[in-house]
């Protein structure tokens, strides 16, 4: 089992930037599938961006292609969301979301495939 920790949120103007970090307790970080989802106020929780275990691949929803990265450091447990060019409409809690005993080199973009979610972060874009 792991848990999940995020931080990094804050409040931003258009056009600025943040990185959220996903601490991950457990040795067994570096064979989960990750993700990014996130919440806006009233409405469901919309997948963001997802990366691979083993053979690194990485999917990204349509509206933030281009100006969110996300990546994982293994040897720090944990996983990243760099976002760029950040708009109001990005405003919103962020979790981070693992699962164990996925194929290698495989990512999913809906939430009910993931076991272990964070508590989440804020992130609120002002324009």
């Known amino acids: 089992q792991v848990q999940l920790v995020e931080s990094g949120g804050g409040s931003v103007q258009a056009g600025g930037s943040l990185r959220l970090s996903c601490a991950a307790s457990?040795?067994?970080?570096?064979?989960?599938?990750m993700a990014w989802f996130r919440q806006a106020p009233g409405k469901d929780r919309e997948f963001v961006a997802a990366?691979?275990?083993?053979?690194?691949?990485?999917t990204y929803a349509n509206s933030v292609q281009g100006r969110f990265t996300i990546a994982r450091d293994s040897t720090k447990n944990t996983l990243y969301l760099q976002m760029v060019n950040l708009n109001p409409d990005d405003t919103a809690v962020y979790y981070c979301?693992?699962?164990?005993?996925?194929?290698?080199?495989?990512?999913?973009?809906?939430?009910?495939?993931?076991?272990?979610w964070g508590q989440g972060t804020q992130v609120t874009v002002s324009s």
């Open positions: 990366i691979s275990w083993g053979v690194i691949k990485t």
């Open positions: 457990g040795r067994a970080f570096s064979t989960y599938a």
């Open positions: 979301a693992g699962v164990a005993g996925r194929n290698r080199g495989a990512t999913y973009a809906t939430g009910n495939e993931y076991d272990y």
